[in-house]
């Protein structure tokens, strides 16, 4: 999913400081930037990965009952309501796959908060970790869907400009701008430098789509083709309800 390191990148403009940043689709990269000089709050470097930002929610997410706490020791795990005593070794496994989880579920409700894994039934200390594993993986896959279908900043996101709001009401000096930025790296989603427009012009995208954007974030337009937007337009279509 990731892509190699862009060269360095002057930073323009980015989320506000209490707002998670968009993940960039590569660890070293990919942060916000826009034309003109436009800036507010401080400013990032690019040895700051958007990654290691996951979450301002806090530890105390809870998803299921496997999640209520972290063990610091070995002790007994309930599982189907009866105390099962685990080995240090089993303890220590537990944890890895339990942070593991937290981590990648974090990662989805930064922009899909409404999102859970689909539970998993166990009946053994090694089917707890499987869940924990199994919930990873579902989130794992949750992100990659998201970035798929253009709902986050896709793998090939590298620049985007700050919107004025939530409407299509572009003026020429955004679409040029744009432009420059489907021509200098493609459309954020798949990496096409082909609008495939009859205008010739970038799709601008607001980010996150302004259909979708449940936790009401800051946009910004990032250069997409025509055919992701009818995808995106797709994805929201069949996912909108779920938004609470």
Request: charged share 25%; hydrophobic share 25%.
């Amino acid at each position: 999913m990731y892509l190699p390191t862009p060269g360095s990148t002057r930073i323009g403009h980015r989320y506000d400081p209490h707002q998670p940043r968009v993940p960039a689709g590569h660890r070293d990269g990919g942060q916000w930037t826009s034309k003109g000089g436009h800036s507010s709050g401080p400013t990032p470097t690019t040895a700051q990965s958007t990654e290691t930002v996951i979450s301002d929610l806090g530890d105390d997410i809870d998803i299921g009952a496997r999640y209520a706490g972290r063990r610091s020791r070995p002790g007994p795990v309930f599982i189907n309501g009866r105390p099962v005593e685990i080995s240090p070794g089993q303890a220590a496994r537990i944890n890895a796959a339990e942070a593991e989880a937290r981590k990648e579920i974090k990662r989805v409700w930064e922009h899909d908060p409404n999102w859970r894994p689909r539970p998993s039934a166990y009946a053994t200390v090694e089917g707890l970790i499987s869940a924990h594993r199994a919930d990873a993986q579902q989130a794992r896959e949750r992100f990659a869907d998201l970035q798929d279908y253009g709902i986050i900043p896709g793998p090939y996101f590298r620049e985007g400009i700050p919107a004025r709001g939530p409407g299509r009401d572009f003026r020429r000096g955004e679409h040029e701008q744009v432009n420059e930025l489907l021509a200098r790296h493609g459309c954020h989603v798949c990496g096409t430098r082909d609008p495939g427009t009859q205008s010739g012009n970038a799709v601008l995208d607001h980010q996150p789509p302004t259909r979708y954007n449940p936790l009401g974030k800051r946009q910004y337009l990032l250069p997409q083709c025509l055919s992701c937007m009818a995808r995106q337009g797709w994805w929201i279509m069949r996912n909108r309800g779920l938004q609470r």
